[in-house]
C-alpha cells in the first residue's frame, strides 16, 4: 500500500523567502513521486517529478524536491517566494513503472505575505 | 497541442437528479482516469481507462456511479441518482502509455458538482 502525508495544510510565508513545502510517503514498492501545484480557479499542474533518475529534481518556476529514501521524504523548496506562488499543492505517490492511480496528499495552501 | 478537457466546469444539480461529467483526454493517449476531491479531503482516485477498457474501477464509490469511455477517446461520468455527499471537484487525467511503463498524467481543469 502507499500513502502520502503532508505536513501542514497551511503554510505562510514571507514574499522572498524560502518555501519548505513538507512530503513523507510510504511505499512498498519503488515509487515515483510528484509534486502537483493548483493556482486559484485552475486546474492541477506538474510541478516537478522524481522517476528514479536524479534524487534532486528541478520543476517549474524555480521549485526543486529531493528525494530521501532514508528518509521517505519528497520536500518541496524554492529559493526566494514570489506572490503569485500562492496555491495549493500536492505531493503524490504512485507505483514505478505501472499505468496505475496517483495517491495524493491532503494539500498544503502556501500564503505569500507582503 | 490541447490538454485534457473537462465539461462542463460547474454543475449545480438537486438531490436525485441525474448529472454527466465528460472529459476529453489528451490526443493519443490511452489512459484516462477520474479522480475526485471532496471539500476538505484529499483528491481520490475513481476510476482507470486503457483505451476503452476499464482497467481499476476499485475507487468508484456505489453503483449511483457510471463510466464510460466508448471508442477510447472521450469518457463520461454519470450519476443518477446524486446524493449530497456527491459534491466536490470531479478531476480527469490522462497519459500515454510508453514500452510498458507510464508516462505523467496531465489533468484537466475539473468539474465541479453541487448537490443541493
Known amino acids: 500500500a502507499q500513502s502520502v502525508t503532508q505536513l501542514g495544510s497551511h503554510v505562510s510565508v514571507s514574499e522572498g523567502a524560502l518555501v519548505l513545502l513538507r512530503c513523507n510517503y510510504s511505499s512498498s514498492v519503488p515509487p515515483y513521486l510528484f509534486w502537483y501545484v493548483q493556482y486559484p480557479n485552475q486546474g492541477l499542474q506538474l510541478l516537478l517529478k522524481?522517476?528514479?533518475?536524479?534524487?534532486l529534481v528541478k520543476g517549474i518556476n524555480d521549485f526543486e524536491a529531493e528525494f530521501k529514501k532514508s528518509e521517505t521524504s519528497f520536500h518541496l523548496t524554492k529559493p526566494s517566494a514570489h506572490m503569485s506562488d500562492a496555491a495549493e499543492y500536492f505531493c503524490a505517490v504512485k507505483e514505478a513503472n505501472r499505468d496505475d492511480k496517483i495517491i495524493f496528499g491532503k494539500g498544503t495552501r502556501l500564503h505569500i505575505l507582503p | 497541442e490541447a490538454g485534457v478537457t473537462q465539461f462542463p466546469s460547474h454543475s449545480v444539480i438537486e438531490k436525485g437528479q441525474t448529472v454527466t461529467l465528460r472529459c476529453d483526454p489528451i490526443?493519443?493517449?490511452?489512459?484516462l482516469y477520474w479522480y475526485r476531491r471532496v471539500m476538505g479531503k484529499e483528491i481520490k482516485f475513481l476510476l482507470h481507462f486503457v483505451k476503452e477498457s476499464k482497467q481499476d474501477e476499485s475507487g468508484m464509490p456505489n453503483n449511483r456511479f457510471l463510466a464510460e469511455r466508448t471508442g477510447g477517446t472521450y469518457s463520461t461520468l454519470k450519476v443518477q441518482p446524486a446524493e449530497l455527499e456527491d459534491s466536490g471537484v470531479y478531476f480527469c487525467a490522462s497519459s500515454q502509455v510508453l514500452g510498458g511503463s507510464t508516462d505523467t498524467q496531465y489533468f484537466g481543469p475539473g468539474t465541479r458538482l453541487t448537490v443541493l
Open positions: 522524481y522517476t528514479s533518475a536524479a534524487t
Open positions: 490526443s493519443g493517449h490511452d489512459n
